[in-house]
C-alpha cells in the first residue's frame, strides 16, 4: 500500500499560472521529497526537506511541511509547458534503517500553452 | 553518463517466460532500491540492498521475483514464469551512504515489462 496521497490527482492550468499539489502521509518520517516523472520516464528529485524544516525553495519550487498534519505542498509558480508531468511525493520510513520511500500516488500537471 | 543505467529500456515476453532485468548504480553508491510501478500509480517498493546485502523486501516480490547484487554494484531483478500481472515498469534506485542524513534517491529510466 502507498503511504502518501496526493491532492489533486489531476490539475490543468494556463501557461504563467502557479500550480499548488499536497501530499498527506501517515506514519512519522525523517524527510519528505518530490519527484517529476515525465511520461513513460524515470523519476527526476526536485526537493528534499527535513521534517524539522518547514519551508523550502528551489527556483520556482516552494515546498512546504507540516508534520502535526502530516501533510506537504508543492507549488510551482509561473508554470511552463515543461512543467506538464506527474509529481509524487515520497516519504522515508525509517523502520529497520532500510531508509526506502513510500510514494504517493501522483497529481498529473498539465499546463496548457 | 554518470547516472543509473537500466537495461533493457522494453521487455515484450509471452507469459510463463524468464526475464531478467539489469541496473547498474551510481558508482559511489551503496545502496540500491528496485521499485515497480504499474499505470496511474506511484512506484512500489519492492527490495533493498546496501552493498551487497539483501536488507529488505516487500510482500509486493512474490516467489517468482528474486534480485542479486552479488558484488555491491550492478542488481539484477529476475523474474520467474511471469504473468500477465506482472507488466509494469520496473525502476531502480540508488543513494549514497555519505549522503545518509538525506538519503537522496537517484532513479533510472526504467525497464517497461510488457506480458503477453
Known amino acids: 500500500s502507498q503511504q502518501g496521497e496526493e491532492d489533486p490527482q489531476a490539475l490543468s492550468i494556463q501557461e504563467g499560472e502557479n500550480a499548488t499539489m499536497n501530499c498527506s502521509y501517515k506514519t512519522s518520517i525523517n524527510n519528505l521529497q518530490w519527484y517529476r516523472q515525465n511520461s513513460g520516464r524515470g523519476l527526476v528529485h526536485l526537493i528534499l526537506?527535513?521534517?524539522?524544516?518547514r519551508e523550502k525553495h528551489s527556483g520556482r519550487l516552494r515546498v512546504t511541511l507540516d508534520t502535526s498534519k502530516k501533510s506537504s505542498s508543492l507549488l510551482i509558480t509561473a508554470s511552463r509547458a515543461a512543467d506538464t508531468a506527474s509529481y509524487f511525493c515520497a516519504t522515508d520510513w525509517d523502520t529497520s534503517g532500510t531508509y526506502k520511500y513510500i510514494f504517493g500516488t501522483g497529481t498529473r500537471l498539465k499546463v496548457l500553452a | 553518463d554518470t547516472g543509473v543505467s537500466q537495461n533493457p529500456r522494453h521487455k515484450i515476453t509471452k507469459r510463463g517466460q524468464n526475464v531478467t532485468f539489469r541496473c547498474d548504480p551510481i558508482s559511489e553508491h551503496n545502496r540500491l532500491y528496485w521499485y515497480r510501478q504499474t499505470l496511474g500509480q506511484g512506484p512500489e517498493f519492492l527490495t533493498y540492498?546496501?552493498?551487497?546485502?539483501?536488507?529488505?523486501k516487500s510482500r509486493l516480490l512474490s516467489d517468482r521475483f528474486s534480485a542479486e547484487r552479488p558484488k555491491g554494484s550492478f542488481s539484477t531483478l529476475e523474474i520467474q514464469r511471469t504473468e500477465q500481472g506482472d507488466s509494469a515498469m520496473y525502476l531502480c534506485?540508488?543513494?549514497?551512504?555519505?549522503?545518509?542524513?538525506?538519503?537522496?534517491?537517484?532513479f533510472g529510466p526504467g525497464t517497461r515489462l510488457t506480458v503477453l
Open positions: 534506485a540508488s543513494s549514497s551512504k555519505t549522503r545518509q542524513a538525506n538519503n537522496e534517491q537517484f
Open positions: 540492498f546496501q552493498n551487497e546485502a539483501q536488507l529488505e
Open positions: 526537506i527535513r521534517s524539522n524544516e
